[in-house]
């Protein structure tokens, strides 16, 4: 009998960001809340070595909010570590985005976190999109996902 898998197109990016001494708890650890903040870098950073910021976004007459976010605390970060996020995109045919996120501590390459968040397209005036907008489909072919 024959199967046939499903390809699942993705596209990955990686950035740094240095444990600030703000980003401390009393515990000397990160604060869990700020494991959010450098999935936000991750995008930025994806967005930019991809083409899909946010700006571009806006300007193509869209904005894309986060709908659900999750994450899970593996080992911590402390002030002075730098943690390396890499960020993987997984293509949907429906108008959202999709990414998942892994954190290590650079010096060990240990995993502190995973994540995930969903973001679907509104229009400028805040109105849902039921499709993808066109310059998100010719973005998706440009990197083969479609």
């Given at each position: 009998?024959?199967?046939?898998?499903?390809?699942?197109?993705?596209?990955?990016?990686?950035t740094e960001v240095p444990i600030r001494?703000?980003?401390?708890?009393?515990?000397?650890?990160?604060?869990?809340?700020?494991?959010?903040?450098?999935?936000?870098?991750?995008?930025?950073?994806?967005?930019?070595?991809?083409?899909?910021?946010?700006?571009?976004?806006?300007?193509?007459?869209?904005?894309?909010?986060?709908?659900?976010?999750?994450?899970?605390?593996k080992r911590p970060l402390k002030y002075?570590?730098?943690?390396?996020?890499?960020?993987?995109?997984?293509?949907?045919?429906?108008?959202?985005?999709?990414?998942?996120?892994?954190?290590?501590?650079?010096?060990?390459?240990?995993?502190?976190?995973?994540?995930?968040?969903?973001?679907?397209?509104?229009?400028?005036?805040?109105?849902?999109?039921?499709?993808?907008?066109?310059?998100?489909?010719?973005?998706?072919e440009k990197w083969n996902l479609i």
């Amino acid at each position: 009998m024959n199967k046939t898998a499903k390809t699942v197109n993705t596209l990955t990016a990686t950035t740094e960001v240095p444990i600030r001494f703000n980003e401390v708890d009393s515990l000397k650890v990160v604060w869990h809340g700020h494991y959010y903040q450098y999935f936000e870098d991750a995008r930025e950073a994806f967005g930019k070595q991809f083409g899909i910021d946010y700006l571009t976004v806006f300007e193509k007459g869209a904005v894309i909010p986060i709908i659900e976010s999750s994450c899970k605390h593996k080992r911590p970060l402390k002030y002075g570590d730098s943690a390396k996020i890499e960020i993987t995109y997984h293509d949907h045919p429906a108008a959202k985005i999709h990414f998942t996120y892994k954190v290590y501590r650079k010096s060990d390459g240990k995993l502190s976190a995973t994540g995930s968040t969903t973001q679907v397209f509104l229009n400028l005036d805040g109105e849902l999109l039921l499709n993808n907008p066109p310059f998100v489909d010719a973005w998706r072919e440009k990197w083969n996902l479609i």
